[in-house]
C-alpha cells in the first residue's frame, strides 16, 4: 500500500475518527479488525467507530482496520469495505474506495481529553473542573441548559436527576430535539453531555426527589456533589434539597423564572451561610410568582387552586421565551464554575469579587412585579431590565432548617437537633 499518494480531490469526503478508539487497537492484540463508517446522508461526512457507537444515522458501511498494510491489501477485492484503515506507529493513514479504484483519504481526529478543551485554558482551571461532581435536579429548559454548559466547560463528572419525558410542549425552550422526543430527559442529555465531553462520567436518576427521599440516594449523591444545582420548578424539591445542603454543608446554586419569565431569581446556599428557607422566609422570594411550566406540579403545590377547571388550569401553564431564561441559566452556570474553582488562580478569580451575594435579581421586561422599575435610558440608579441586582439575605435565626445545625467538637459531623434529640439531652443547650 502506497500510504504517500496525495490526491487533489475535492469530491473526497470529510472523515473523523476517535483518537481513543485507535489508542485502543494499538494497544490491543488484535492485529485486524472490522468496524464501521455511518455517513450523513447528503454530506460527504463519515464518522469511522471501531466500537459500535449506541446510535447513529444515515448509511452505515464496513471498515477494515489493520496493523499491517499487507492485511488491508490482501482484501481490497473484498466489495464489502468502504474504507481500508492502517494503524501503525505513527499517524494513521485511511483509503477509500471510489469509482472502483483505492484513493487515499485524508482523516480528522476527534480530539484526546488533553485537547478537548484546550481553548479554555487560562480561564478555567481544567485539571480542577475535571475532577469535580455536579449534580443536577431538573432537567427542563433551564437543567438541560447548564448541564451543557458544564460539561463544554470541562466539568467531568455529573449526576442528573429528572423523571420526566422530552414532551412536545417542552421542546421550544429545551435543548433536545424532536430526536429526543418520548425519551427520558435523563437519557437525552446524558448524550448532550457526553457529545460535548466524551470523557465525562455521567449517572442518570430518572427519579422524583419528593417521592424517593427516603431511600438514601438523595443524601448520598448531594454528599458525594461538590456542587448541587436546584433546577426544579416546585417549592417542595428545593426544600427536601436545600435540607440536604445544610445537612451535608454543601454548595448549592437555585434559580427560577417568574411568572412568564418576565425575570427571574438565583439563590447561593453557601454552608454556615442563610439557607434557601431563611430566603423564602425573608419575603424576597415568592412562590405565587413561579413560573408554570408544568401543570401537574403546579396542582400539587397549590398554585393552580384544585377548583380550577381543567381547560382553565391548562390556560394558566405559560411560559416565558428561551432566550429569557438564558441569562437566568448563564448567572447559574458562572457561579457553579467560580464556586468549583475557588481558591485556585484562574481567568475567572476575580468574579469572587463581583459575585459576594445570595441571592440576585434580573428583569427581561417591565411587566407585573417589575411595572414600576426603570426603563433602561432614564434608570439612573433605579433598577431598571436587563442587568443583574446582589442582595444579601440574613440569616434567620429561628429558621427550622439551619439555625438548629450544630457543630460538636469541631469535627466534621454534623448533627441536626432530630439527631441530638435521639442521642442527648438537649435541655440546657443553647441553640
Ligand atoms: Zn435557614
Same mark, same amino acid.
Given at each position: 500500500m502506497n500510504a504517500n499518494i496525495v490526491l487533489e480531490d475535492v469530491s473526497l469526503p470529510i472523515v473523523y475518527l476517535s483518537s481513543e478508539e485507535i489508542e485502543a487497537f494499538r494497544g490491543s492484540k488484535e492485529e485486524v479488525a472490522e468496524a464501521f463508517s455511518y455517513l450523513w446522508e447528503d454530506e460527504s461526512v463519515y464518522h469511522i467507530h471501531l466500537t459500535q457507537p449506541k446510535h447513529s444515522f444515515g448509511k452505515k458501511e464496513k471498515v477494515l482496520v489493520a496493523k499491517h498494510a499487507s492485511d488491508l491489501v490482501s482484501r +481490497? #477485492?473484498?466489495? #464489502?469495505?468502504l474504507f481500508f484503515l492502517l494503524v501503525n506507529e505513527g499517524d494513521c493513514q485511511l483509503q477509500m474506495r471510489k469509482n472502483g479504484e483505492i484513493q487515499a483519504c485524508d482523516l480528522n481526529y476527534i480530539p484526546s481529553k488533553e485537547d478537548l478543551y484546550s481553548r479554555n485554558k487560562g480561564i478555567l482551571e481544567l485539571d480542577i473542573l475535571e475532577s469535580k461532581r455536579v449534580m443536577i435536579v431538573g432537567l427542563g429548559s433551564f437543567g438541560s441548559q447548564i448541564a451543557i454548559e458544564l460539561a463544554k466547560a470541562g466539568v467531568g463528572n455529573f449526576a442528573l436527576f429528572d423523571f420526566d419525558r422530552v414532551e412536545l410542549h417542552n421542546l421550544a425552550r429545551h435543548t433536545c430535539t424532536t430526536k429526543d422526543l418520548g425519551r427520558l430527559k435523563t437519557d437525552a442529555i446524558y448524550d448532550a453531555v457526553i457529545g460535548k465531553n466524551p470523557y465525562a462520567t455521567v449517572d442518570r436518576f430518572p427519579v422524583n426527589i419528593n417521592k424517593n427521599i427516603e431511600n438514601g440516594l438523595l443524601d448520598e449523591e448531594v454528599t458525594k456533589a461538590d456542587i448541587v444545582i436546584c433546577a426544579t420548578d416546585n417549592n417542595q424539591s428545593r426544600f427536601n434539597l436545600s435540607e440536604a445542603l445544610v445537612r451535608h454543608r454543601k454548595i448549592g446554586i437555585f434559580g427560577r423564572a417568574i411568572t412568564r419569565a418576565e425575570g427571574g431569581d438565583v439563590f447561593r446556599y453557601r454552608p454556615e451561610g442563610p439557607c434557601y428557607c431563611c430566603m423564602v422566609g425573608s419575603g424576597a422570594f415568592n412562590s405565587a410568582e413561579e413560573e408554570i411550566t408544568n401543570l401537574e406540579a403546579a396542582r400539587r403545590d397549590g398554585r393552580?387552586?384544585? +377548583?380550577?377547571a381543567p381547560e382553565e388550569a391548562e390556560a394558566a401553564v405559560q411560559v416565558g421565551l428561551s432566550a429569557d431564561i438564558e441569562p437566568i441559566c448563564n448567572l447559574m452556570v458562572k457561579l457553579t464554575l467560580m464556586e468549583l474553582s475557588r481558591g485556585k488562580a484562574s481567568?475567572? %478569580? %476575580?468574579l469572587e469579587q463581583d459575585l459576594v451575594y445570595d441571592y440576585y435579581i434580573w428583569a427581561n421586561r417591565r411587566e407585573n412585579k417589575y411595572s414600576n422599575w426603570a426603563a433602561l435610558p432614564q434608570s439612573a440608579n433605579m433598577p431598571t431590565v436587563l442587568r443583574w441586582y446582589g442582595a444579601r439575605i440574613q440569616k434567620d435565626e429561628?429558621?427550622?432548617?439551619? #439555625?438548629h445545625t450544630l457543630r460538636l467538637d469541631e469535627g466534621e459531623d454534623v448533627f441536626t437537633l432530630t439527631d441530638i434529640d435521639v442521642n442527648l439531652d438537649t435541655e440546657g443547650l443553647s441553640l
Amino acid at each position: 500500500m502506497n500510504a504517500n499518494i496525495v490526491l487533489e480531490d475535492v469530491s473526497l469526503p470529510i472523515v473523523y475518527l476517535s483518537s481513543e478508539e485507535i489508542e485502543a487497537f494499538r494497544g490491543s492484540k488484535e492485529e485486524v479488525a472490522e468496524a464501521f463508517s455511518y455517513l450523513w446522508e447528503d454530506e460527504s461526512v463519515y464518522h469511522i467507530h471501531l466500537t459500535q457507537p449506541k446510535h447513529s444515522f444515515g448509511k452505515k458501511e464496513k471498515v477494515l482496520v489493520a496493523k499491517h498494510a499487507s492485511d488491508l491489501v490482501s482484501r +481490497y #477485492s473484498d466489495d #464489502s469495505f468502504l474504507f481500508f484503515l492502517l494503524v501503525n506507529e505513527g499517524d494513521c493513514q485511511l483509503q477509500m474506495r471510489k469509482n472502483g479504484e483505492i484513493q487515499a483519504c485524508d482523516l480528522n481526529y476527534i480530539p484526546s481529553k488533553e485537547d478537548l478543551y484546550s481553548r479554555n485554558k487560562g480561564i478555567l482551571e481544567l485539571d480542577i473542573l475535571e475532577s469535580k461532581r455536579v449534580m443536577i435536579v431538573g432537567l427542563g429548559s433551564f437543567g438541560s441548559q447548564i448541564a451543557i454548559e458544564l460539561a463544554k466547560a470541562g466539568v467531568g463528572n455529573f449526576a442528573l436527576f429528572d423523571f420526566d419525558r422530552v414532551e412536545l410542549h417542552n421542546l421550544a425552550r429545551h435543548t433536545c430535539t424532536t430526536k429526543d422526543l418520548g425519551r427520558l430527559k435523563t437519557d437525552a442529555i446524558y448524550d448532550a453531555v457526553i457529545g460535548k465531553n466524551p470523557y465525562a462520567t455521567v449517572d442518570r436518576f430518572p427519579v422524583n426527589i419528593n417521592k424517593n427521599i427516603e431511600n438514601g440516594l438523595l443524601d448520598e449523591e448531594v454528599t458525594k456533589a461538590d456542587i448541587v444545582i436546584c433546577a426544579t420548578d416546585n417549592n417542595q424539591s428545593r426544600f427536601n434539597l436545600s435540607e440536604a445542603l445544610v445537612r451535608h454543608r454543601k454548595i448549592g446554586i437555585f434559580g427560577r423564572a417568574i411568572t412568564r419569565a418576565e425575570g427571574g431569581d438565583v439563590f447561593r446556599y453557601r454552608p454556615e451561610g442563610p439557607c434557601y428557607c431563611c430566603m423564602v422566609g425573608s419575603g424576597a422570594f415568592n412562590s405565587a410568582e413561579e413560573e408554570i411550566t408544568n401543570l401537574e406540579a403546579a396542582r400539587r403545590d397549590g398554585r393552580i387552586p384544585a +377548583y380550577m377547571a381543567p381547560e382553565e388550569a391548562e390556560a394558566a401553564v405559560q411560559v416565558g421565551l428561551s432566550a429569557d431564561i438564558e441569562p437566568i441559566c448563564n448567572l447559574m452556570v458562572k457561579l457553579t464554575l467560580m464556586e468549583l474553582s475557588r481558591g485556585k488562580a484562574s481567568g475567572i %478569580s %476575580s468574579l469572587e469579587q463581583d459575585l459576594v451575594y445570595d441571592y440576585y435579581i434580573w428583569a427581561n421586561r417591565r411587566e407585573n412585579k417589575y411595572s414600576n422599575w426603570a426603563a433602561l435610558p432614564q434608570s439612573a440608579n433605579m433598577p431598571t431590565v436587563l442587568r443583574w441586582y446582589g442582595a444579601r439575605i440574613q440569616k434567620d435565626e429561628g429558621c427550622p432548617v439551619c #439555625s438548629h445545625t450544630l457543630r460538636l467538637d469541631e469535627g466534621e459531623d454534623v448533627f441536626t437537633l432530630t439527631d441530638i434529640d435521639v442521642n442527648l439531652d438537649t435541655e440546657g443547650l443553647s441553640l
